[in-house]
């Protein structure tokens, strides 16, 4: 992995209160904390963006085909991630995280800012949405992965899971601050606004990070790619193709394609959503973030409590799932408001646990070296099922009730929940210890539903 910075820091003793508790990561931690900040700001901006636009592809813009124009936005909004993860993966191993996190924040800003222009010189055609939304997408797409590998580069070894934690609960805050803007700043202030807080909130989180310092040296309990070389030859260790990595991690592998395939029915319900608040609730932009907050609001609690919920992670994952193929059926039945916001909060809890049991073992088990494309790539294939669940729903919404879609995502996640339970015990690389026979490291997460279900 490429050395961050030409300095290390020294780091800063943690600030403890007089009764010996110690502050929250976020708090005595300033780089740390400093980043998550930027990445809620960019997770938030993005998600608003999507749930903003969606709405008003529904709810104005498009007529009669109103599905099928949102599920191609929110398909056009995850391609970045699919199709650049070669080159996102090549961009982290190369270039100095920070750099390349202020790039991305500040690049996704001037997109939004030109669409705000646009938006308040005439009116926006549908193409131009869908422009912004690649461009922002594409951001996203080098951002998310580059944070979750930078992690080891800010915080302690002994830190590593209340970082994963906080990282995740990160989408869960994006997702409970940005689905509550986005529909409701559509209504009050259009597109233009939309744009608007959009690119405030990039420009906040590319200075926040400009002032961070990156650590040079990764987190002890996993070998950095430049101290991994042999005592005997000191050659640094060379990385291994996607191919060989997840070869020698069967186990790895397995989880992937399992929730490969449950994201293909859970991420359909950001399209799901507004279909069903337009046809089923006949409600407006509030409705849609009350429904959105919910999610959003499960996942972050979950997010949190999710390490101390007991059992392998296999376990857990199989249980969550089952959980959310339940309650994802239940507005297929019910068409009731308050049923639906808590089917909905458990959605968002079970989506929050299993992220946070499996990102931190990912973060155990692959090695430093690897992690760039590991991580990349991890976001690629988990998101590659959003563009097909986004164009599928959007497609049968204009022809099914948007009741009889709920039924469909909570059919489709019963396979996923048995193969996950199947998987073959657990299986390490080559050289790394063997975690999974011990209690759970921390908290390990599922990547939410795409685009940052990301």
Request: glycine letters at 10%; a neutral charge.
């Amino acid at each position: 992995m490429t050395t961050q910075m030409n300095s290390t820091p020294t780091p800063t003793p943690p600030a403890t209160p007089a009764s010996g508790r110690r502050l929250p990561l976020v708090l005595r931690n300033r780089a740390f904390g400093t980043v998550w900040l930027g990445q809620v700001l960019t997770q938030a901006a993005v998600r608003m963006f999507q749930v903003g636009i969606s709405w008003w592809l529904i709810s104005d813009a498009a007529s009669g085909d109103g599905g099928f124009a949102a599920g191609l936005f929110m398909a056009v909004s995850t391609l970045p991630a699919v199709v650049l993860a070669p080159l996102v993966a090549r961009a982290i191993a190369r270039f100095a995280h920070r750099s390349l996190l202020r790039t991305a924040a500040g690049g996704a800003g001037a997109a939004a800012a030109a669409l705000a222009v646009w938006a308040c010189a005439s009116d926006l055609p549908v193409a131009a949405a869908y422009a912004a939304a690649l461009a922002l997408a594409t951001c996203q797409a080098f951002f998310d992965p580059c944070l979750t590998t930078s992690v080891p580069e800010l915080v302690d070894d002994a830190d590593i899971e209340a970082a994963t934690g906080f990282e995740l609960s990160t989408q869960s805050l994006a997702s409970l601050g940005g689905a509550l803007l986005g529909a409701l700043v559509v209504d009050a202030a259009g597109v233009a606004g939309l744009a608007v807080g959009c690119a405030a909130a990039y420009a906040t989180a590319a200075l926040l990070i400009a002032t961070v310092r990156f650590r040079t040296a990764a987190h002890p309990g996993v070998a950095d790619a430049a101290d991994s070389a042999d005592a005997a030859g000191g050659e640094q260790a060379p990385r291994r193709t996607l191919r060989q990595l997840l070869g020698s991690m069967p186990y790895v592998r397995g989880i992937l394609l399992c929730f490969t395939a449950a994201n293909l029915f859970t991420t359909a319900v950001f399209v799901v959503m507004p279909l069903y608040t337009a046809s089923v609730l006949h409600g407006d932009g509030g409705t849609v973030a009350l429904l959105e907050a919910s999610l959003g609001v499960g996942t972050l609690i979950g997010s949190f409590t999710g390490a101390r919920v007991p059992g392998r992670p296999a376990v857990v994952g199989t249980a969550c799932l089952g959980a959310m193929a339940a309650a994802l059926a239940v507005p297929g039945l019910i068409a009731a408001r308050p049923v639906i916001a808590g089917s909905l909060l458990l959605t968002g809890w079970c989506v929050g646990v299993i992220g946070v049991r499996f990102v931190a073992l990912f973060q155990r088990l692959v090695p430093a070296a690897d992690k760039p494309a590991f991580f990349a790539v991890m976001q690629a294939v988990l998101g590659a099922t959003f563009p097909v669940a986004s164009l599928l729903f959007g497609f049968l919404g204009d022809h099914l009730s948007a009741q009889t879609l709920c039924l469909i995502q909570a059919a489709g996640l019963v396979p996923a929940a048995l193969a996950l339970a199947l998987l073959p015990g657990h299986s390490r690389p080559a050289g790394e210890p063997d975690t999974a026979g011990a209690p759970d490291p921390a908290p390990a997460p599922e990547p939410t539903p795409a685009g940052g279900t990301r």
